[in-house]
């Protein structure tokens, strides 16, 4: 499975960005769980929000309900991220991620994952 992310950029605070992760090869029908994990500078990597592409059930961290969206188009294998009501904090670089079974918060469970993006919100 090869990952490709695109989108990142610089925003205002209470900007919007879209963030699009686009997947190919022969073992992504298996690869159900679709994420987006970032990393701040200086910090752990830290789950964002998943989307089951089967099911099209989702789950989000806390700190990006209300304002992230997740989603998946299933005829070319992309999912999306769309980023409202940036805030300074959610700068950091994106990535996508995906595995088979279940989603999970734990970047060290993903198989795949894509270059990241950068995303930076300024106040």
């Known amino acids: 499975v090869q990952l490709q992310a695109f989108g990142g950029g610089l925003v205002q605070e209470r900007g919007c960005l879209r963030l699009s992760c686009a997947a190919s090869?022969?073992?992504?029908?298996?690869?159900?769980?679709r994420s987006w994990f970032r990393q701040a500078p200086g910090k752990e990597r830290e789950f964002v929000a998943a989307?089951?592409?089967?099911?099209?059930?989702?789950s989000y961290t806390d700190s990006v309900k209300g304002r992230f969206t997740i989603s998946r188009e299933i005829g070319n294998n992309t999912v999306y991220l769309q980023m409202d009501s940036l805030k300074p904090e959610d700068t950091a670089v994106y990535y996508c991620a995906a595995k088979s079974g279940s989603a999970s918060w734990l970047w060290k469970s993903y198989s795949y994952w894509g270059q990241g993006t950068l995303v930076t919100v300024s106040s």
């Open positions: 090869g022969r073992t992504i029908s298996s690869s159900n769980i």
């Open positions: 989307i089951n592409s089967r099911l099209g059930a989702t």
